[in-house]
């Protein structure tokens, strides 16, 4: 409007369809000539918005102008759940340990799990088996001993990194009973 001067027209911004935004996450500022929208989306909210703005001038007239906003999504990091350690009896079969994590990013970004050991003469990689969320951790026969075992998830982007300590402990004493032979 070439009549009015820009400090007298007044502007307002209406959410059409919000997408990622609130009302909350709107905000017009500056004055006169340098007028400005500021846009916050929503934690975690990724999507299109639909925004009008109109400006009025002191005669009643108004022009608008709409926009769409699109907010792309970004990967979050994997949260991985610490790993207690373990103890396992020489012998015995291997344990099944259950590995938590949470993607934020939901379950369209499936996760991966790989597992290490740093003592391979004790727990080799043939002994890791990975299932799904956890896995079995075996050991190799006549050894004992700790070792270091570490989990890591993937989206395959970030990931999450922990260990923890198998210890493989030797297998009681078991004498076998003595055949005599009878009179």
């Known amino acids: 409007d070439a009549e009015t001067p820009a400090e007298r027209l007044r502007l307002l911004v209406a959410l059409i369809d919000s ?13 006169g000539e340098e007028r400005t929208l500021s846009l916050r989306p ?11 703005l109109r400006v009025h001038d002191v005669w009643g007239w108004s ?7 699109l907010v792309q999504p970004v990967n979050d990091p994997v ?8 103890l396992v ?17 939901g379950p ?3 996760l991966t799990l790989r597992v290490t050991s740093s003592r391979p003469d004790l727990v080799a990689p043939q002994d890791l088996t990975v299932f ?12 004992t001993g700790s070792t270091v075992i570490t989990a890591e998830l993937s989206d395959g982007e970030f990931r999450a990194e922990d ?3 198998l210890t493989v402990v030797p297998a009681p004493f078991r004498a076998e009973p003595a055949a005599f032979p009878s009179p």
Do not use: C, K, Y
């Open 63 to 69: 022009a608008e102008h709409w926009l769409t906003v």
């Open 132 to 143: 799904g969320s956890g896995m079995t951790v075996g050991h190799r026969p006549g050894q």
């Open 19 to 31: 997408g990622p935004f609130t009302t909350n996450g709107l905000a017009l500022g500056g004055s």
């Open 108 to 110: 369209a970004e499936p």
């Open 79 to 86: 949260v991985m759940r610490p790993l207690p350690p373990v």
């Open 89 to 105: 009896t020489e012998g015995e079969p291997a344990p099944f340990v259950q590995v938590g994590g949470v993607n934020p990013d």
């Open 163 to 165: 260990s923890f300590v």
């Open 42 to 52: 929503e934690t975690d909210q990724s999507g299109a918005a639909t925004i009008r």
